[in-house]
């Protein structure tokens, strides 16, 4: 069975910065696509942005330039570095991971939310 585990969500003032992470762990061959969402009080989820293996990423419009997402394969971790936070940018943060299990058995799975709140 495959889990992850995030940490590194909190409070942070607007313009300020936050690192989320989120590390695989369980019998796993590979990692495809790995990914972060976020939901805001009262919307739905939505896709923040994703990494594939062999780097190739992917961003919502509104974190371009500010968010950056990036993987250590050895580690099974994602990374999602936050700059120039927002006031809207308050969220729930989730990871999503897809990959093959170490019997070759499709995985899609997520980790549990972190909330980041952006206020002063």
């Known amino acids: 069975q495959v889990q992850l585990a995030v940490s590194g969500g909190g409070l942070v003032q607007p313009g300020g910065s936050l690192r989320l992470s989120c590390a695989a762990s369980?019998?796993?061959?590979?990692?495809?696509?790995m990914g972060w969402y976020c939901q805001a009080p009262g919307k739905q989820r939505e896709l923040v942005a994703t990494i594939t293996s062999g780097g190739i990423t992917n961003y919502a419009d509104s974190v371009k330039e500010r968010f950056t997402i990036f993987r250590d394969n050895a580690r099974s971790t994602v990374y999602l570095q936050m700059n120039s936070l927002k006031s809207e940018d308050t969220a729930v943060y989730y990871c999503?991971?897809?990959?093959?299990?170490?019997?070759?058995?499709?995985?899609?799975?997520w980790g549990q939310g972190t909330l980041v709140t952006v206020s002063s």
């Open positions: 369980g019998s796993i061959f590979s990692i495809n696509t």
């Open positions: 999503n991971m897809d990959g093959l299990t170490a019997r070759f058995a499709n995985f899609r799975v």
